[in-house]
């Protein structure tokens, strides 16, 4: 069975900093592309960043590029999101999946405010 686990989010103020963790299971977790998603309360769920099975490919939406770092752990198989310089645009529930084709069951995904 797939499992596709975010944590890591949290209320920060702007120009603070989170990391995202996405922990994955029940599938060849070292042999897909994976992603970043974030929703927010009226708004349609959009990409925020991929990563390849070969580490050296990301991108990066225009409107996190510079501030967002995607990276992944094969080990461990493990994704995470560090999050820099957070705008309230910023705040969502985040998610991870794959960038494309046949995508996995939505997990719960983890908060992410960013307010004062």
């Known amino acids: 069975q797939v499992q596709l686990v975010e944590s890591g989010g949290g209320l920060v103020q702007p120009g603070g900093s989170l990391r995202l963790s996405c922990i994955a299971s029940?599938?060849?977790?070292?042999?897909?592309?994976m992603a970043w998603y974030r929703e927010a309360p009226g708004k349609e769920r959009e990409l925020v960043a991929s990563?390849?099975?070969?580490?050296?490919?990301?991108h990066y939406a225009v409107s996190v590029k510079g501030r967002f770092t995607i990276t992944r752990d094969n080990a461990k198989k493990t994704m995470y999101l560090q999050m820099n310089s957070l705008k309230p645009e910023d705040t969502a529930r985040y998610y991870c999946?794959?960038?494309?084709?046949?995508?996995?069951?939505w997990g719960p995904g983890t908060p992410v405010t960013v307010s004062s």
């Open positions: 029940g599938f060849a977790f070292d042999n897909n592309d």
């Open positions: 999946n794959r960038p494309s084709g046949l995508l996995f069951t």
């Open positions: 990563i390849s099975y070969i580490p050296k490919a990301t």
